[in-house]
């Protein structure tokens, strides 16, 4: 017999061709997509585009690029800064304070913002309060800016002015190596020494007696710790948080006294 008739090749669709590059219209009503699968394929993310665009220029009207307006020494900030364009409008008040920090200004260890933040606060420093006290200066600036770097600056300028002992309060004592590393990037000489060496406690008693120079560095949980009841004063009314003592008024109010206590005993200074 005769062999059975090969089998046809079997028959495959045509390939489908390849999708048309979608179309992108933007007028008044807003952005429009259309492709071969239908209208409106794309359009969440072409619209998350425009949002972070209208968010860009929301931010634009909210922000403006800060430099220091009345301080001009240092060089520039390496990272791009801004401030709330209300603060923008805030004229600063006029610098008068004369810094003993030209080494670590002229070699960008302190850049104009940061130096501009020292010259302001030794200048607060040296307004005495009708109360007798020292004036405080309130340092608010977010990340990227050095804020270690600018209390590092703060404490040099206090040594060059011929003081010798610095009180540095954190929350956790993990942060006293960024503090030695902030004092060590700003390549003054010589150096400030820190205590407690390494992962050395405080010692007990008399800590004016015990550091006589130098940076005397603890917590906030240190600086309460053994303090009694805080009385109020008389006609003035404590209001703890958190229903009851242990809320951030009585905190605040602790570490006040604790503080107070250290500059009667001639703590750190």
């Known amino acids: 017999g005769k062999p059975p008739p090969a089998s046809p090749p079997p028959q495959h669709p045509p390939p489908r061709p390849a999708p048309a590059p979608a179309a992108v219209a933007v007028g008044s009503g ?14 969440s993310a072409i619209n998350a585009a425009a949002n972070d665009d209208a ?10 690029v800060y430099q220091p307006r009345k301080v001009k020494d240092g060089k520039p900030h ?17 610098p008068k304070y004369r810094h003993h920090l030209q080494d670590a200004v002229g070699s960008g260890a302190l850049s104009s913002l940061q130096i501009e933040t020292v010259i302001y606060a ?24 050095g804020k270690g770097r600018q209390v590092g600056g703060m404490i040099y300028e206090h040594y060059r002015c011929g003081g010798r002992r610095v009180l540095w309060v954190s929350v ?7 503090a030695e590393r902030d004092l060590s990037d700003l390549g003054i000489a010589p150096s400030i020494p820190i205590y407690p060496k390494e992962t050395g406690a405080l010692p007990k008693g008399d800590l004016a007696a015990k550091y006589t120079e130098g940076v005397l560095f603890c ?51």
């Open 172 to 178: 956790s004592n993990d942060l006293k190596w960024d």
């Open 122 to 145: 030794c200048q607060r420093h040296g307004v005495t309060l009708d109360t007798g006290h020292r004036a405080g200066f309130f340092l608010g600036d977010g990340a990227g800016v």
């Open 78 to 94: 390496p990272d791009p800064i801004v401030e709330t364009t209300t603060l923008a409008r805030t004229d600063p008040p006029d």
């Open 55 to 64: 968010n860009l220029e929301a931010s634009a009207e909210l922000y403006a």
């Open 30 to 43: 807003g952005v429009n997509v259309k492709d071969d699968f239908g209208e409106g394929m794309g359009r």
């Open 219 to 269: 917590t906030y949980s240190l600086l309460v710790s053994g303090c009694g009841k805080v009385e109020a004063p008389k006609g003035v009314k404590l209001f703890r948080g958190g229903g009851g003592p242990g809320g951030a008024e009585a905190r605040a109010e602790k570490a006040a006294a604790a503080g107070r206590a250290a500059a009667r005993a001639g703590g750190p200074q």
